[in-house]
């Protein structure tokens, strides 16, 4: 079966490049008004978008698993507040959704950036559910139809879901998501989470763009100053090209290699550009609309001068497969496998 797209996946000359930074992407947008939640607010790239939001007068929301470290890292950065926030937990997302309603504030951006990294062994939440899958999708699937009313209420919002360009490397694992059935391969899961994410904006886009709510997927590049990067040792980052003997990030922005002020900067731009007001349902790199590199190639990922292409592939926004996964997305939310 071929994928088919229902939305215009080409460039559209934002006139950023490769190097634009956060700076660059919100020169002389006002966010005075605006409310905005963002998971994972305080570190990282996230913590690099809080600053430039509430720099431009919005107010941010943070949703932090360790409340006490969020504090601390956004301590002194004015509009801003953290809310306890597990992504792995139901009851923590429903109490966090809760929290925020009550509020009765609307919300016009929604950046679902929190990201669960990798191990070589499995990890599974309560439900039985590859943590991975779990966190990356499932929790800000919740989370993110929990906070409907208040996304709607916006009359102009948007959800900005946090990929990367290892959605090239695998689609959904249809038939065992949580590898209950074999062995686990964690070359498949973090990629298989990242192309959910792409595939849940596509659908969120076409099922809430009525409701003035549209949806974007923005890569932010590698960014080895991240702890997220950091995660997989000094050994794997230098075998990657991605630090030097001494251990200090390489920046090559145009192979994709970014400072955390450029690698947000594409974040930023989904969630603020006037360029994107009347698009939504696409996969973004660079701070512009991705092409779709519809016939991709094998890559050898051994070969350190090996070329890393991180354009969306067709798997990542099929639009059937977007509905198949809301569908068993919102099974799964409901029916745990424990």
């Known amino acids: 079966m071929t994928p088919s797209t229902t939305h215009d996946q080409r460039p559209i000359g934002s006139g950023f490049t490769p190097a634009s930074t956060v700076d660059d992407v919100m020169e002389g947008i006002d966010l005075t008004g605006k409310n905005v939640i963002i998971t994972g607010g305080h570190s990282g790239l996230g913590l690099v978008a809080t600053r430039a939001l509430a720099r431009a007068g919005a107010s941010v929301t943070v949703g932090s698993r360790n409340t006490d470290r969020a504090e601390k ?61 779990a966190a990356n999708h499932l929790g800000h699937f919740q989370l993110t139809l929990g906070l409907h009313p208040a996304l709607r209420a916006a009359s102009g919002a948007r959800v900005v879901n946090t990929t990367s360009g290892a959605q090239r490397m695998s689609d959904i694992l249809w038939d065992d998501p949580h590898f209950t059935t074999g062995r686990f391969d964690p070359s498949l899961a973090y990629p298989q989470s990242k192309t959910a994410n792409v595939l849940f904006t596509v659908e969120l886009d076409h099922r809430w763009a009525a409701d003035g709510i549209r949806a974007y997927a923005p890569h932010p590049g590698i960014v080895p100053a991240t702890a997220f990067n950091k995660a997989v040792g000094e050994e794997a980052q230098r075998a990657m090209g991605l630090i030097d003997e001494s251990g200090e990030p390489i920046i090559d922005p145009d192979r994709g290699k970014k400072t955390p002020e450029q690698g947000a900067a594409t974040i930023v731009f989904a969630a603020t550009s006037p360029l994107l007001a009347d698009i939504g349902g696409v996969y973004l790199n660079n701070s512009d609309i991705s092409p779709l590199d519809e016939d991709p190639k094998p890559i050898d990922l051994t070969d350190p001068d090996t070329e890393v292409p991180v354009d969306v592939v067709p798997h990542s926004i099929d639009p059937r497969s977007a509905q198949r996964l809301w569908e068993l997305s919102e099974r799964l939310i409901k029916r745990p496998l424990a």
Do not use: W
Not at 85 to 107: H, K, N, Q, T
């Open 73 to 133: 890292a956004v301590a002194g950065i004015e509009n801003v507040e953290v809310h306890q926030l597990d992504l792995l937990e139901p009851a923590s997302i429903d109490a966090f959704v809760a929290r925020y309603l009550d509020s009765g504030r609307p919300l016009h951006i929604l950046i679902n950036n929190a990201g669960y990294p990798g191990s070589a062994e499995i990890v599974r939440d309560a439900r039985g559910y590859e943590a991975q899958f």
